[in-house]
Nanobody
Framework: QVQLVESGGGLVQAGGSLRLSCTAS????????VGWYRQAPGKQREWVAR???????TYADSVKGRFAISRDNAENTVYLQMNSLKSEDTAVYYC????????????WGQGTQVTVSA
């Protein structure tokens, strides 16, 4: 069972930057897919970014060109660099790990709050 802990959220002005971190309880090299999701009040959780097996990255259209997902295997950590932040980026951000074990399993962190002032 994989445990994930997010950090790095906070309050930032529009146009500013934040870097979120997700630290895993095991080597992230053993995790097939890692990603980030977010959920604003009253809205569904939405996918934001994904880092796949061969370090390929994919982004939602709403964040493409502004956000970047990366990893540091030595620290068992996945990052989400967020630049040019907008008020509509305000949400709780969740780290996700997807592992194949007979079937695909998804694991989630507790989330970290990001608030962007208008």
């Amino acid at each position: 069972q994989v445990q994930l802990v997010e950090s790095g959220g906070g309050l930032v002005q529009a146009g500013g930057s934040l870097r979120l971190s997700c630290t895993a309880s095991q080597s992230i090299s053993t995790i097939n897919i890692v990603g980030w999701y977010r959920q604003a009040p009253g809205k569904q959780r939405e996918w934001v970014a994904r880092l796949n097996f061969g370090n390929t990255t994919t982004y939602a259209d709403s964040v493409k060109g502004r956000f970047a997902i990366s990893r540091d295997n030595a620290e068992n950590t996945v990052y989400l660099q967020m630049n040019s932040l907008k008020s509509e980026d305000t949400a709780v951000y969740y780290c996700n790990a997807r592992i194949l074990s007979q079937i695909w399993y998804d694991y989630w962190g507790q989330g970290t709050q990001v608030t962007v002032s208008a």
